[in-house]
């Protein structure tokens, strides 16, 4: 595998599908390896967003996988998340991870134009992509309170913070794009 392969990224079709268990155990592996709290995902779900038309995927012309990330809206389309980032470690720090953001972002924006897009992370690089692309850190009310987007995070090492600050606030530092109305 040539690292310096030119990487495709796009939406993901439905003969991505078989890459979803790579990306949900890469998702695991490289939250450990951090020692963060990510969600474990499940690659029914993944394959659920390819097959939906959710999902960016990255990938060299010879066909290595990349990187993912998938998009989910909220509250009637009012709200859309940006989730599930992750780039392969072989292709890390070649700008992967921006142009898979800067991807679900055009994919967020087109398919729920007027939804407010958010993200809640962890990580410092995360943070950086999305103030890039207009994202501003807000408290936890100002993102999604439907019950089954935090029932998301219940394989998260974080999620008893979470619970025990009532869905208000975690380690996860919550960020919102709003469109100009």
Not at 1 to 27: G, K, N, Q, S
Not at 145 to 170: M, Q, R, V
Request: hydrophobic share 40%.
């Amino acid at each position: 595998m040539e690292t310096d392969e030119e990487i495709i990224v796009r939406v993901a079709t439905p003969e991505d599908i078989d890459f979803a268990l790579p990306i949900v155990d890469e998702m695991e592996s490289s939250a450990r390896a951090r020692g963060t709290g990510i969600a474990k995902r499940n690659p029914l779900d993944i394959k659920k967003k390819i097959l939906q038309g959710n999902a960016i995927i990255a990938f060299t012309k010879s066909g290595y996988w990349a990187g993912f990330s998938y998009i989910q809206s909220w509250e009637n389309d009012r709200f859309v998340s940006n989730s599930g980032l992750i780039v392969a470690p072989a292709f890390r720090r070649l700008n992967v991870a921006s142009a898979i953001k800067q991807k679900i972002f055009e994919l967020s924006r087109s398919r729920y134009p007027s939804a407010k897009i958010f993200s809640i992370t962890t990580g410092l690089a995360v943070m950086k992509l999305n103030s890039r692309l207009g994202f501003e850190p807000v408290t936890y009310s100002e993102i999604p309170t439907d019950p089954h987007f935090w029932e998301g995070c219940k394989s998260c090492i974080n999620y008893p913070i979470l619970a025990g600050h009532h869905f208000a606030n975690c380690l996860c530092t919550a960020m919102l794009f709003s469109p100009q109305n």
